[in-house]
């Protein structure tokens, strides 16, 4: 499973051209926000203020795109 994991991953980044590092601190951002409570599929407003922190917090990591 890790290299199955891995390889998802590793072909996201490669596809949204970015790295690795940063795909991984994105998935693990977003599962945590919304583990937090935060649902961007409620509306332009939940959607932005989900995003806006995702983006802080990665950009906080320099996990930019």
């Known amino acids: ?3 199955l994991f891995r390889s998802i991953i590793g072909a ?5 051209g970015h790295s690795y590092e940063r795909e991984l601190g994105f998935l693990v951002v977003h599962g945590f926000l919304h583990l ?3 649902d961007h599929m409620l509306g ?5 203020e ?4 995702q983006r802080e917090i990665l950009d906080n990591y320099g996990l930019k795109r």
């Open 12 to 16: 996201q980044a490669e596809y949204l």
């Open 44 to 48: 332009d407003a939940e959607e932005k």
């Open 1 to 3: 499973r890790r290299v």
């Open 50 to 53: 989900m995003f806006d922190l």
């Open 36 to 38: 937090n409570g935060y």
